[in-house]
């Protein structure tokens, strides 16, 4: 069993720049791979990034690529989402999730709350 939980969402103009975090309980950890998506108002949620539990691999949706970062820290149980050049169509409800999996697919195992990103014009 793994939780998840977000944090680092808030409000930023268009251009700038926020670092999501992912807090995950559990000693296995490292064994998951943990992804970010995204929901859009109105949108289904959509694949953004996800690093492999070494965190050797990663992928990247074609919209994030080279403005997102995702990394994990597995001796802090953690990984994080680095988001520059932030842009108005960015806004979303921000979720990570893990799985033993190298799969990037809506059927990942583990999920959190989600965090609110909204970028502004």
């Known amino acids: 069993q793994v939780q998840l939980v977000e944090s680092g969402g808030g409000l930023v103009q268009a251009g700038g720049s926020l670092r999501l975090s992912c807090a995950a309980s559990?000693?296995?950890?490292?064994?998951?791979?943990m992804g970010w998506f995204r929901q859009a108002p109105g949108k289904e949620r959509e694949f953004v990034a996800i690093?492999?539990?070494?965190?050797?691999?990663?992928k990247y949706a074609d919209s994030v690529k080279g403005r997102f970062t995702i990394s994990r820290d597995n001796a802090k149980n953690t990984g994080y989402l680095q988001m520059n050049s932030l842009k108005p169509e960015d806004t979303a409800v921000y979720y990570c999730?893990?799985?033993?999996?190298?799969?990037?697919?809506?059927?990942?195992?583990?999920w959190g709350k989600g965090t609110l990103v909204t970028v502004s014009s």
């Open positions: 999730a893990a799985d033993l999996r190298w799969s990037w697919d809506l059927g990942m195992d583990y």
């Open positions: 559990g000693r296995t950890f490292s064994t998951y791979s």
């Open positions: 690093i492999s539990g070494s965190g050797d691999n990663t």
